[in-house]
């Protein structure tokens, strides 16, 4: 069953068309990597999906996005709850460097009201076992989150990220700025999320996505190239341009 | 645009032209051998065994060149379809080139006993038949011709029609056992190139995977199989 339906998607930063009509569905509990060259609106088109483009001074867009059947881009559509829905996870780990690993696994619960202290933390154990990092920190909840290595701070905010127990969570190259086991670490936990989540990652890295995604979206210029099973995208193509990208023909 | 992995596709282009030539090495091995049976030539048999070194050389470089650039180059799509039918392809001829040896060897073992006109005829239509069926696989390997590679499952019928009707050939020679031990030795001869025949079927259908990312047996020992 698809949980987000894109269709005729376009986006805009001021005058500068970037997202040219998307069309694409994203089934429940399943890893989609997007790929791209630089600039193509990977990253965009991510932003798109729980409507953190628009935080961009001059940004806009046009076109549905359903999730769930409902259109996010609805004026009766609250963004935040959306976001809470529809989580993200940067490039660049961006933990709160001053607060303590469970403050910061449960920063994003605290915004939606008060729990009891006990809950917190039970959820944020919870969070912290789901992003692999539990046991590397379970001795250490109280230690300021900037003292974990960078792949230890990406794995932090991805559990800050599933505390608030989205649906879907959005990775915009997750594993970009970390050392290769780290990136390995994250990748082998994309394939743990997705039974529970539903994933979609952008990547530069397309062994990557080979490695992880069960979809692959190739876009250029704003536009979708090809979208389907990975193996396929990887292996026969049906569309020159991806062929010509993901053997290195243009890059 | 520029091709950002210029050096690995240089690399492929190379694969590529050696396994042609490789092609080219085993087809006149095959040639040689049938030819050293036909006109019972003894040097022309040895030669075909001398020569499978080279053939061996070239088959361990080229496996050991397509194990690195899987392992470095992660190649993917065509490129990943190319190694793999390389890979594949490169035992066939090696194989073909083992198959020539054994015609050659056999011919050495009975260069002393007296043969068969037609049996000896026999086996020249053959080896000119399953030579054109190697060369023609290796051209559509080189020309991506997904035509011609569908054309050798029909090239090799009458081959196995042949191959079929050599022992009643080879048993034409009973009355004299020496002939006989002669026919029976070509009758494996018969069977090597029917063999070789074979290796040219398979390597049609990887130049069909080649081509359409889709691989399937052009021809089934156990089942009928149709092709388009």
């Known amino acids: 069953m698809r949980e ?8 805009w930063f001021g005058s500068k068309q970037v997202l040219r009509d998307i069309n694409l569905g994203i089934e429940r509990g399943s890893a989609t990597a997007i790929i791209g060259p630089s600039g193509c609106g990977k990253s965009t088109l991510i932003r798109c999906l729980n ?38 996870v940067f490039q660049k780990p961006n933990p709160f460097p001053t607060m303590s690993i469970m403050e910061n696994a449960v920063a994003g619960l605290k915004l939606l009201g008060r729990l009891p202290k006990a809950d917190l933390e039970e959820r944020g154990e919870r969070a912290l076992r789901a992003a692999g990092l539990w046991e590397e920190v379970k001795d250490r909840l109280g230690d300021p989150g900037g003292r974990l290595s960078g792949g230890q701070q990406q794995r932090l905010c991805i559990a800050r990220a599933l505390a608030v127990e989205p649906d879907v969570l959005l990775m915009d190259e997750p594993a970009s700025a970390l050392d290769p086991a780290s990136t390995l670490r994250i990748e082998e936990l994309v394939t743990e999320l997705k039974d529970r989540y539903t994933v979609v990652i952008v990547t530069h890295n397309m062994q990557q996505a080979a490695r992880v995604a069960d979809w692959t979206l190739f876009m250029l210029y704003g536009e979708v190239v090809e979208f389907g099973p990975t193996n396929k995208i990887f292996t026969t193509p049906e569309d020159q341009r991806t062929e010509d990208y993901v053997t290195g023909r243009f890059g | 645009m520029p091709d950002t992995r210029r ?42 065994i001398d020569g499978d070194d080279a053939i061996d ?27 793999s039918a390389i890979i594949h392809v490169n035992l066939h001829l090696e194989r073909t080139g083992d198959q020539a040896v054994n015609i050659a060897k056999l011919h050495l073992l009975t260069e002393d006993l007296p043969g068969s006109d037609a049996m000896r005829e026999q086996i020249r239509e053959m080896g000119d038949l ?7 696989a290796m051209e559509a390997f080189d020309r991506r011709d997904l035509e011609l590679s569908l054309r050798l499952p029909k090239m090799d019928d009458p081959v196995d029609r042949l191959n079929r009707a050599s ?23 018969s069977r090597a190139l029917e063999r070789v025949g074979d290796q040219a079927v398979d390597i049609a259908e990887q130049v069909g995977f080649l081509i359409t990312g889709e691989f399937r047996e052009f021809t089934d020992a156990s089942h009928e199989v149709e092709l388009p």
Request: glycine letters at 8%; zero cysteines; aromatic letters at 4%.
């Open chain 1, 51 to 88: 409507r953190m483009h628009e935080e961009v001074r001059g940004a806009r867009v046009e076109g549905k996005v359903l999730f769930d059947g409902e259109d996010i881009y609805d004026p009766r559509v609250d963004p935040v709850v959306i976001r809470r829905r529809i989580g993200m």
């Open chain 2, 130 to 136: 399953v030579v054109g069926m190697l060369r023609s």
């Open chain 2, 167 to 189: 022992h009643l050939e080879a048993l034409k020679l009973a009355d004299d056992p020496s002939a006989l031990d002669w026919g029976l030795h070509m009758n494996l001869v």
């Open chain 2, 57 to 83: 050389a070239r088959y361990l470089d080229i496996d050991q060149r397509t194990l690195e650039t899987l392992a470095l180059q992660t190649p993917v799509a065509a490129d990943l379809r190319l190694v």
């Open chain 1, 4 to 11: 987000i339906d894109v269709s005729s998607l376009s986006a």
């Open chain 2, 7 to 48: 050096g690995f596709h240089d690399e492929l282009g190379a694969l590529q032209r050696e396994i042609l030539e490789m092609g080219e090495q085993a087809g006149n091995a095959v040639q040689h051998a049938v030819h050293a049976v036909v006109f019972r030539n003894s040097e022309e048999a040895q030669g075909v």
